[in-house]
């Protein structure tokens, strides 16, 4: 089906591990957005990327980096997980629509 | 800056009555989008509907309709003759059109429960 895939769906680090989430669309869409969910809470932008090759920080970015390996992959890496970083991540991306923003099912992430 | 206000943490309604969700956003910009969002308890984000600020009527989807004043900067959410299945998180959120990806900001969500 197309859309947007985050690999894994589920994790739990040690404190001071890294990790990468991954992400996928097979939309050819241009822009990727990397969002984390906390309880009770909206979801804030961790990182953008308009085009493959290009990378913005967002409104969360500390920790986190990212890579727009190609047009289809947007990878988001904890270096050093911290248990502040205990979030649903999200990745969207997004067509020519104005509205055309699609979401991935998440990646659960819990630091012990 | 832009920012989605969401005055109501959360809102009982009696099923088939009508429903409405309150938005507000703060920008300085001539152009922009509002969405709303439904995240059911399963986790994924659900597109409901859209309004473009240059949009003369306001957005309707089904059930979903938006109340858009633009004067009062605010974006309500109408839901008609809700259902049981109605139950969820709703966000509100803005585009910011002048980004280099258009990215979009949230508001902080009201969690609506649907009582039969």
């Known amino acids: 089906n197309a859309g947007v895939t985050q690999t894994p769906k589920f994790q739990v680090l040690k404190t001071g591990q890294s990790m990468t989430l991954q992400c996928a669309q097979d939309m050819n869409h241009n822009s990727m957005y990397w969002y984390r969910q906390d309880p009770g809470m909206g979801l804030r932008l961790i990182y953008y990327?308009?085009?493959?090759?290009?990378?913005d920080k967002g409104e969360v970015p500390n920790g986190y980096n990212v890579s727009r390996l190609n047009k289809r992959e947007f990878s988001l890496r904890l270096e050093s997980a911290a248990p502040s970083q205990t979030s649903v991540y999200f990745c969207?991306?997004?067509?020519?629509?104005?509205?055309?923003?699609?979401f991935g099912s998440g990646t659960r992430l819990t630091v012990v | 800056a832009q920012k989605i206000t969401q005055t109501q943490p959360g809102m009982f309604v009696q099923e088939k009555e009508a429903v409405t969700l309150d938005c507000t956003y703060d920008?300085?910009?001539?152009?922009?989008?509002l969405f709303w969002y439904k995240q059911p308890s399963s986790g994924e984000m659900i597109f409901l509907i859209y309004q473009g600020s240059y949009d003369e009527q306001n957005a309707t989807e089904g059930r979903y309709s938006l109340n858009f004043q633009k004067a009062r900067k605010s974006a309500n959410l109408v839901i008609s003759a809700s259902q049981l299945g109605d139950s969820a998180m709703y966000f509100c959120?803005?585009?910011?059109?002048?980004?280099?990806?258009?990215?979009?900001?949230f508001g902080s969500g009201t969690r609506l429960s649907i009582r039969p």
């Open positions: 959120a803005m585009r910011d059109p002048y980004s280099s990806a258009s990215k979009i900001i």
């Open positions: 990327s308009a085009s493959e090759g290009t990378t």
């Open positions: 969207a991306s997004r067509d020519s629509r104005l509205y055309g923003y699609t």
């Open positions: 920008t300085s910009d001539q152009s922009y989008g």
